[in-house]
């Protein structure tokens, strides 16, 4: 599971998007998890822009080019509210 910092502006998306291919690395390497299915946690999320739209959607094609199944939970509302805003909420949805 990947816990989305505090913040994501487009500053940070360098940084959460390195640790999402981490995560996603050890997942694959690891024969203790289930590496089918990689879960974002956003409860922790306070402070963002669409850039956090984006990441999301880049860690679900990552996810996906590796054969995993990806899902969100816990998003705020208003970047849920955001996500239909641009008509991408239906990408974030679990496969």
Do not use: W
């Not at 306070?46 to 996906?64: I, K, T």
């Not at 899902?71 to 849920?80: E, G, I, N, T, W």
């Amino acid at each position: 599971m990947l816990l989305l910092p505090a913040v994501i502006t487009h500053a940070e998306v360098p940084n959460v998007l390195s640790l999402f291919k981490q995560t996603l690395d050890q997942a694959s390497a690891s024969s203790d998890v289930d590496a089918s299915m990689l879960t974002v946690d956003g409860s922790s999320l306070q402070h963002f822009d669409s850039s956090a739209l984006a990441v999301l959607l880049e860690c679900q094609r990552m996810a996906r080019a590796k054969g995993r199944a990806f899902a969100v939970q816990s998003l705020p509302s208003k970047l849920v509210e955001l996500a239909r805003l641009y008509g991408v909420d239906g990408l974030l949805q679990s496969a």
